[in-house]
């Protein structure tokens, strides 16, 4: 069992930057993958990108070169920072953990509450 808890949304201009922030009940470093992900009105949750117990980090094409993945061990909490911010990354981002490898957002384990990303002038 693990408990997620997201903050940093809100809501930023076109080409603005948010960081959200991801705390766990204990070290990241237990799960075999943690991952960021999104659902917007409308569309099925997506992984944006994921980071492996060893630190590998993975991304979405449409997000590559904008987003990163971090962590703070000492924190237990992991990091989604988002730059050059688009409307259609609009969204409600989840921070999820799994005790297995995987790629398919519906295998996750674990999810947190869920944080609020608008994009718009």
């Known amino acids: 069992q693990a408990d997620l808890v997201e903050s940093g949304g809100g809501l930023v201009q076109p080409g603005g930057s948010l960081r959200l922030s991801c705390v766990a009940s204990?070290?990241?470093?237990?799960?075999?993958?943690m991952g960021w992900s999104r659902q917007a009105p409308g569309k099925q949750r997506e992984l944006v990108g994921t980071?492996?117990?060893?630190?590998?980090?993975n991304y979405k094409d449409s997000v590559q070169g904008r987003f990163t993945i971090s962590r703070d061990n000492a924190k237990n909490t992991a990091y989604l920072q988002m730059n050059s911010l688009k409307p259609e990354d609009t969204a409600v981002y989840y921070c999820?953990?799994?005790?297995?490898?995987?790629?398919?957002?519906?295998?996750?384990?674990?999810w947190g509450q869920g944080t609020q990303v608008t994009v718009s002038s």
């Open positions: 999820a953990a799994s005790d297995r490898l995987t790629t398919r957002v519906s295998a996750y384990d674990y």
């Open positions: 204990g070290s990241f470093g237990r799960f075999s993958v």
């Open positions: 980071m492996t117990s060893v630190g590998t980090t």
